[in-house]
């Protein structure tokens, strides 16, 4: 069974621009979460969708967002780049929601924000 | 919202070595997860543990939900195993991440 899929691996913006990262969950997985990490701060959830609803969100400002399509895979968009928005961005597949099972981690996104 | 506490935070062992790495947690938790991080970033499963003590080769992971905590046990490390480890736990919808132990391992 294929594992989590992100794309793209490497992306370079600049700030103001937007970005719209993708996230492909494991056959069958109907929930995907969304984590930055930063050197500062760490691993951060962002947002968890579940049947393309989102059922909960992590303290990121309304420039970061997220929708899930009727085959589970996932999208976030991050809006008016600002330089502190460099980071290594994952998403995480669960069969259900991710408070009560497993999570599996895709390769991450590299966002860097010049 | 609940705290999450790793230690130590940095480790260094000499190949062959045991250790045993601390995840200390503030509230109740309803998943609590082990991760290693490669130099790449990926993150790799070790083991899901929300209580009780589960074993994978050289690893082997103890969660003490009562007392609110997690051990993580290497034996006979090898450099393979370099990187940081993290342990992520769940309360009430709250996904949070420790800050992680850095693993080196030297031949």
């Known amino acids: 069974k294929a594992g989590v899929t992100q794309t793209p691996r490497y992306l370079i913006k600049t700030r103001g621009q937007q970005v719209t990262l993708s996230c492909s969950p494991i056959s069958g997985h109907r929930s995907v979460s969304w984590y930055q990490q930063t050197p500062g701060q760490g691993l951060q959830f962002l947002f968890e969708y579940f049947s393309e609803t989102q059922r909960n969100k992590g303290n990121f400002p309304g420039r970061f967002s997220g929708r899930q399509f009727s085959n589970s895979r996932s999208e976030m968009n991050v809006s008016t780049l600002e330089l502190g928005d460099s980071a290594l961005y994952l998403c995480?597949?669960?069969?259900?929601?991710?408070?009560?099972?497993?999570?599996?981690f895709g390769p991450g996104t590299r966002l860097t924000v010049l | 919202g609940i705290q999450v506490e790793q230690s130590p935070p940095d480790l260094i062992l000499q190949e062959g070595a045991n250790s045993t790495l601390r995840c200390n947690f503030s509230d109740s938790v309803n998943n609590l997860q082990w991760f290693h991080q490669n130099p790449w970033g990926q993150l790799i499963n070790l083991f899901y543990?929300?209580?009780g003590t589960k074993q994978n080769g050289r690893l082997s992971a103890t969660t003490v939900a009562t007392e609110r905590y997690s051990l993580l046990y290497i034996s006979s490390s090898q450099t393979t195993d370099s990187g940081v480890y993290f342990c992520a736990v769940e309360h009430n919808n709250d996904m949070r991440f420790g800050a992680g132990t850095r693993l080196t391992v030297k031949p």
């Open positions: 995480a597949s669960s069969l259900s929601l991710a408070g009560a099972n497993e999570q599996f």
């Open positions: 543990i929300p209580s």
